[in-house]
């Protein structure tokens, strides 16, 4: 009786280590100024984190995302950059602290993210 208990016992704890060291782990995101000076460095789809800097008027598939840092930037002299995503689903709001998965895609001289996926953090309340 005790020999099956230890089995049963050395059988869980195996069973839960497994579990734990083969379950796929959640996506780094990469921040804004980390990709931005080279999107096209970037190959295959990534995670970014940043905040929704603005939401295009006349493209309701596109929405630029800017560094989380840039929110303690109050001086006229930042130099923050703006990455274009085009996502075909319902977009986040002004202030929106995102990660977006996707890829970049070659646009014009530039690049845009192509996101699959958004995922709303919180909001930072910007503008208001």
């Known amino acids: 009786m005790k020999k099956l208990l230890l089995v ?3 059988l869980a704890i195996g069973i839960t280590v497994g579990i734990t060291a083969f ?3 959640a996506a780094t ?8 000076s080279d999107p096209g460095a970037f190959v295959g789809t990534i995670t970014l984190a940043g ?3 603005g939401l295009a008027p006349n493209d309701k598939t596109l ?4 560094d989380l840092k840039e ?6 002299n930042c130099n923050k950059i703006i990455l274009p995503v085009r996502y075909k689903g319902e977009l986040p709001s002004l202030g929106d602290e995102v ?8 646009a014009g001289k530039g690049y845009f993210f192509a996101s699959e996926q958004v995922e709303v ?3 930072h309340k910007l503008g208001g």
């Open 8 to 10: 049963g016992v050395a």
């Open 23 to 25: 379950r796929p782990a």
């Open 71 to 76: 929110l303690q930037c109050n001086s006229a």
């Open 99 to 106: 990660r977006v998965t996707g890829t970049f895609v070659p």
């Open 51 to 53: 905040v929704t800097a």
């Open 63 to 66: 929405f630029g995302i800017m």
């Open 29 to 36: 995101a990469l921040n804004v100024n980390e990709v931005g």
């Open 121 to 123: 953090v919180r909001n």
